[in-house]
């Protein structure tokens, strides 16, 4: 490797370097807006989203958050327990209240999103997405349906995951690649596919 | 018109950025001839040995390239398209034939990456977040994956271990694979099934 290589090599690593101060710069940003655990560290894609008063997202100890938070100006917010981990990419939107338990896996391009987001008559969900684009998120959901997210500890959620609102997902359930969950998850259950099925117990 | 001049100033940095990017990750593998990095790039070799990723000429990557701490590695031969946010990671074997696109968001794991019981799970991950990717395989499952020359898989496909696709098969897009797809097919859907035969039959149709 030639010297003019070794100084490229050099500069890149400064700027990683520069990306590593940033990235601290955020977490502090971020934990001014939420409630945060000791030793619970949000990487560089990650992004936190708190439209309600700062108890409305609690994120507990030694979670690792690479995706992005987001809590609706109403709702019960955004529950995630201690261990917890949320790979990149992954959105989780809280419009209705989600919690998430401990030891819980999260892989990357995750969806988690316990409301419709908008309403199901086109000229209502055309008057208020203007509105949305001019006065930012309202207040209230209007006749959007929301419905809790349940996710209990230590379940693992597969890479490129749909979950849909109102549904529940048990204690150490496993969800395969690509699934999209519309029903609840029993404990100790394996489920995969569109829409998701249960495939087998793992004895706990 | 400040604004403007700030905005070229960021973008001509941004290339220097990338240019610079791109001769670091050419030195994290091994290229057999020209290839190029996009600006989503990313390579994660944990054995820290560029012998264990392997990139034929021509071949332009924009997505992320993974080697566990254990396993094979990836080869990737010539003329091939990883598309922007596109996952390959290896914990045994990822083989990639001449001429195969992978389009964008594809996620490419030749392994289960967790333990299927519920409370080993949770301590090797807890472990994995102390001191970094595990040493050794342990108890989680892995197999090779081979994708054939002429290949293309659309976006957001899952292909799952142990997988083999077959030489100019298509893969439809948001298709989870987890069986073996034969040469020539098209596979769509959730598990893909083949649902149409690309060679031409005895009356050329």
Known sequence: MG??????????????????????????????NIVCGEGSRFYMNSSVTNLQERDKLVVGSNCHIRGELFVYPYGDGLRIGNNSYIGDYSIVRSGGGISIGNSVLIAHGVTIIDTDSHETDPAERDRSFRNLIKNGHPKTPGSVKTARITIEDNAWISYGVSILKGVTIGKGAIVGAGSVVTRDVPPYTVVAGNPAKPIKQIPP | MVGLVVYRIIRKTETLISRLKNRYLCSRVIARGKIRFGSQAQIVNAQGDPSKIIIGDNTLVDGILQVFPFGAGIEIGRNCYVGQGSRIWAADKITIGDNVLISHNVNIVDTNSHEIDYMERTESAARQFREGLPKSAGSVKTAPIVIKDHAWLSFDVCVLKGVTIGRGAIIGCGAVVTHDIPDFTLAVGNPARVVKNLLPNENGN
């Open chain 1, 3 to 32: 010297i003019k290589n070794k100084i490229y090599l050099l500069a890149y690593k400064l700027h990683r370097k520069w990306l590593g101060v940033v990235c601290r710069g955020k977490n502090l940003a971020f934990k001014r």
